[in-house]
T-cell receptor
Framework: RKEVEQDPGPFNVPEGATVAFNCTYS??????FFWYRQDCRKEPKLLMS???SGNEDGRFTAQLNRASQYISLLIRDSKLSDSATYLC?????????????FGKGTKLSVKP | NAGVTQTPKFQVLKTGQSMTLQCAQD?????MYWYRQDPGMGLRLIYY???????DKGEVPNGYNVSRLNKREFSLRLESAAPSQTSVYFC????????????FGPGTRLTVT
């Protein structure tokens, strides 16, 4: 089983739709979790950190389920500008340094 | 603040040539990273530097060397480029602490022929 797995998509949704992505991780000791957004031919940009209690930022909601070892990202009222690839990242700690393990990304395409 | 900057943006090398990719950050972060991103493979860590004066191997270090020149700068060197090193290279930085949120530079697109 890969360390971090995501459905590659693409997810093709109409404007205004609600879409959800899941990301599973294999290391039960993982401590920190993140969602990044990456536009075509650009760098990944931090979208949200994912906290144990779940967190929301406008139309975006992130959840963590430690028991089942997955994180999720919910996007409500999708906009054309949400079209991008969404990467989940999991922090595994080793010694004094943690390193991020990235999923391969889920591509979202929002259509008019 | 410029955040994380990388030079060059694009580079074409012939097999066996060498080059250094430069990265600098102005966020006073302790930790810096080099990743490569290939289609279907996602982001993979090449090397990282937890603090000035230290460097460690990541998942795919073979064929690369790094130098943490000072707190701001972290360079990646390809001594003898190979076609398998054709990729997009991203530098990132983060604070050392509980959140470990990493911030990425714009990337270098490298083609080795």
């Amino acid at each position: 089983r890969k360390e971090v797995e995501q459905d590659p998509g693409p997810f093709n949704v109409p404007e205004g739709a609600t879409v959800a992505f899941n990301c599973t991780y294999s290391n039960s000791a993982s401590q920190s979790f993140f969602w990044y957004r990456q536009d075509c031919r650009k760098e990944p940009k931090l979208l949200m950190s994912v906290y144990s209690s779940g967190n929301e930022d406008g139309r975006f909601t992130a959840q963590l389920n430690r028991a089942s070892q997955y994180i999720s990202l919910l996007i409500r009222d999708s906009k054309l500008s949400d079209s991008a690839t969404y990467l989940c990242a999991v922090m595994n700690y080793g010694g004094s340094q943690g390193n991020l393990i990235f999923g391969k990304g889920t591509k979202l395409s929002v259509k008019p | 603040n410029a955040g994380v900057t990388q030079t060059p943006k694009f580079q074409v090398l012939k097999t066996g040539q060498s080059m250094t990719l430069q990265c600098a950050q102005d966020m006073n972060h302790n930790s810096m990273y080099w990743y490569r991103q290939d289609p279907g493979m996602g982001l993979r860590l090449i090397y990282y530097s937890a603090s000035e004066g230290t460097t460690d191997k990541g998942e795919v270090p073979n064929g690369y060397n790094v130098s943490r020149l000072n707190k701001r700068e972290f360079s990646l060197r390809l001594e003898s480029a190979a076609p398998s090193q054709t990729s997009v290279y991203f530098c990132a930085s983060s604070e050392t602490g509980a959140s470990y949120e990493q911030y990425f530079g714009p990337g270098t697109r490298l083609t080795v022929t």
